[in-house]
């Protein structure tokens, strides 16, 4: 059993570039019949232009695991707030602008 598990694991790299992450206060996501595509934006306040800061591709089956693990770590979110200042969520928040989900 031990043998196994430790076949299984994946070891992980972390550059302290990427450690540092990339701000975004947007994404837009499209699909065609094969992939999703997250672009991840950065919009400034006053600047009619947005740059994209990342783009992610995956796969369909990727895409509902990552929306399972999103789910998953705001219910927790939403449970640890419950007692401190922050609000959970109560509300969906919907997506902003009329921008239709297709590639």
Do not use: C, W
Not at 5 to 31: F, P, R, S
Not at 80 to 102: M, R, S, T, W, Y
């Amino acid at each position: 059993m031990e043998n196994s598990q430790k076949a299984n694991e994946i070891q992980i790299e972390l550059t302290e570039e990427t450690a540092q992450g990339t701000y975004a206060n947007l994404a837009v996501i499209a699909h065609s019949g094969s992939e999703f595509i997250i672009d991840f934006i950065r919009l400034v306040p006053g600047v009619p232009k947005a740059k994209v800061q990342s783009r992610i591709i995956l796969t369909p089956d990727n895409a509902k695991r990552l929306l399972y693990a999103l789910e998953d770590n705001i219910r927790k979110f939403d449970e640890q707030a419950k007692g401190a200042k922050i609000k959970p969520f109560d509300n969906l928040i919907p997506p902003v602008g009329g921008i239709k989900g297709e590639a």
